[in-house]
């Protein structure tokens, strides 16, 4: 159980164009689910939480009209990378709030997205 | 501030014993978590420490002192697919994951 997919998970694409990332709770409901990022050699850095039906929180330096985070329903939160640029390529991972109200968060498989 | 600290990297033996540490001051606990990330990964949940004490869970033991504001990782009978990072992370009073910044382990035949 508590299963998150990520799609896609590779994706290229030219400078100044728009990506989507999409993230998944497959078995269970996430009220909350988290945006990182992970550059080579790195640790995860927080971006964003995003809560079921309300406006993500953007952690400091990530800017929120860039990183755009829609958290529509119970089972899917997407990450809209907008104007992307070469230094955007990054592993964008995402994860869930367990089902059990755990601190535990189950990650997606990671995205990586390199910008051309 | 808050701030978690693991060594950066460690190198072990196959077949070995290698305890990985992690200090943290946070605002708060509630709870103390281990996860291990290979390279291009996402990572996966080894651990969740809440008590003191030891979590023993297979090859993999996990150790939590709260006064000490101090945990373990534990990593028994070394194998190479072990070489990863494990990260340590902490759940503060607002119930956030606060991040170590990993330690990579590097398993040598």
């Known amino acids: 159980g508590a299963v998150v997919s990520q799609h896609p998970s590779r994706v290229i694409c030219k400078s100044g164009t728009s990506v989507k990332i999409e993230c998944r709770s497959l078995d269970f409901q996430a009220t909350t689910m988290f945006w990182y990022r992970q550059f080579p050699k790195q640790s995860l850095m927080l971006m964003a939480t995003?809560?079921?039906?309300?406006?993500?929180?953007?952690e400091q330096g990530v800017e929120k009209d860039k990183f755009l985070i829609n958290h529509a329903s119970l089972t899917l939160s997407t990450l809209t990378v907008t104007s992307a640029h070469p230094e955007d390529s990054s592993f964008y991972i995402c994860s869930a709030r367990g089902p059990q109200s755990s601190y535990e968060q189950y990650f997606g498989p990671g995205t990586r997205l390199t910008v051309t | 501030g808050q701030n978690i600290d693991q060594p950066t990297e460690m190198t072990a033996t196959e077949g070995a014993i290698v305890q990985i540490n992690c200090t943290y001051q946070?605002?708060?606990?509630?709870?103390l978590f281990w996860y291990q990330q290979h390279a291009g990964e996402a990572p996966t949940f080894l651990s969740y420490n809440v008590l003191d004490g030891l979590e023993e869970k297979g090859r993999f033991s996990s150790f939590l002192s709260r006064s000490k504001g101090y945990s373990y990782l534990l990593l028994k009978e070394l194998q190479m697919k072990d070489s990863a990072s494990y990260l340590c992370?902490?759940?503060?009073?607002?119930?956030?994951?606060?991040w170590g910044a990993g330690t990579k382990l590097i398993i040598k035949p």
């Open positions: 946070t605002s708060g606990f509630n709870g």
């Open positions: 995003s809560n079921e039906g309300s406006k993500a929180t953007y």
């Open positions: 992370a902490v759940v503060d009073s607002n119930y956030q994951l606060i």
